[in-house]
């Protein structure tokens, strides 16, 4: 069973475009979220990350959304650059693990388009 | 600072052939991390060390692929007897402590098993 769903597999914008980025999870005892940018060839680098008492994060033109309730939350990149052409993964832990073991979704490819 | 550092990046192996893979964690980072990545998938987790204990090696399938890390520092992830459906990326990552501290990934071995 898949714990962690993202969507869409594949995403592309122009360039000044806001991306937006969906993940959903199944565990409710999961209260911790970081999501991944990957580029062809390395390896996953941790972009932003939420814990589930909060409702929002920003970090520069990276905002994540996140709704407990609903169980889903997104990562938002406003004013899209080229740059950001990557796959972004989302990931969940839980608090009982010491926020070690990481589920993680099947990843979004982001193309942005100049 | 050095980052997570895997060796070697690339392994082409006939079915039934031994591998092993090999990493180095960024210094003083006491928790070790074997992840597969097939491709277009998100990384899963295989096994997890604090220092030289195992913690979770639930999804280890411990029939072929061992892993050990025995001064707590660098460790080696093999696979006995490859089958094609071992094709995937094997990133090692590290991180210190716990609490949702940042974990690094390192660029990942890319194995084929024809």
């Known amino acids: 069973q898949q714990q962690v769903r993202q969507s869409p597999q594949s995403l592309t914008v122009w360039e000044g475009e806001t991306a937006i980025l969906n993940c959903s999870y199944e565990n409710s005892a999961f209260d911790y979220f970081p999501w991944y940018q990957q580029f062809p060839g390395e390896g996953p680098a941790l972009l932003i990350s939420?814990?589930?008492?909060?409702n929002k994060k920003e970090d520069g033109r990276f905002t994540i959304f996140f709704n407990k309730r609903e169980k889903k939350l997104s990562l938002h990149i406003a004013d899209s650059q080229p740059g950001d052409s990557a796959t972004y993964f989302c990931a969940a832990s839980a608090w009982d693990t010491g926020y070690q073991n990481f589920y993680f979704g099947k990843g979004t490819s982001l193309t942005v388009i100049p | 600072e050095a980052g997570v550092t895997q060796s070697p990046r690339y392994a082409v192996l006939q079915e039934g052939q031994a591998v092993s893979f090999w990493c180095d964690p960024i210094s003083g980072h006491d928790t070790l991390y074997w992840y597969q990545q097939p491709r277009d998938q998100g990384p899963q987790l295989l096994v997890y060390?604090?220092?030289?204990?195992?913690?979770?090696n639930s999804q280890l399938p411990s029939d072929r692929f061992s892993a050990v890390r025995p001064k707590g520092t660098n460790s080696t992830l093999k696979i006995q007897s490859a089958k094609q459906g071992d094709t995937a990326t094997y990133l090692c990552?590290?991180?210190f402590g716990t609490g949702g501290t940042e974990v690094f990934f390192g660029k990942g071995t890319r194995l084929t098993v024809v």
């Open positions: 939420i814990l589930s008492v909060s």
């Open positions: 990552a590290s991180s």
């Open positions: 060390f604090r220092d030289e204990a195992v913690i979770d």
